[in-house]
């Protein structure tokens, strides 16, 4: 039998994937468990989080400028695809049709994790 992980080295593992492969690994477990990685509706929330809140916007949209200079059009192409679950040629209708909103109405952490996907991809991309 094969020998189980500790929590630790499962955190390590995830530690050196990038955030394209994270994100189809969430996307796996939850078709696999049956489980959605969304946060809880509801319930108080923690004093921290209410003072990061009136810091900055709650919700912003991430606009694809288009192509940077060098960057691969596939590979900005298969990025908005992973991050917005469109199918191949919607989602090079987006990249086409840039400048244009990526995803609309998400949270500055999200929009953050989502813009390095699509820089790394080579695409040019702005918070809004």
Not at 44 to 52: Q, Y
């Amino acid at each position: 039998m094969a020998e189980k992980l500790t929590k630790e080295q499962i955190i390590d593992t995830l530690k050196q994937l990038t955030a394209l492969e994270l994100s189809e690994l969430v996307k796996a477990v939850e078709e696999e468990f049956g489980v959605t990685a969304a946060a809880p509706v509801g319930g108080p929330a923690a004093p921290v989080e209410e003072e990061e809140v009136k810091k900055g916007p709650t919700e912003v949209n991430l606009v694809l400028k288009g192509i940077a200079a060098g960057g691969s059009k596939v590979a900005v192409i298969k990025a908005v695809q992973a991050i917005t679950g469109l199918g191949l040629m919607d989602a090079k209708k987006l990249v086409d049709a840039a400048p244009a909103n990526v995803k609309e109405k998400i949270s500055p952490v999200e929009a953050e994790a989502h813009k390095k996907t699509l820089v790394d991809a080579g695409a040019d991309v702005e918070i809004k």
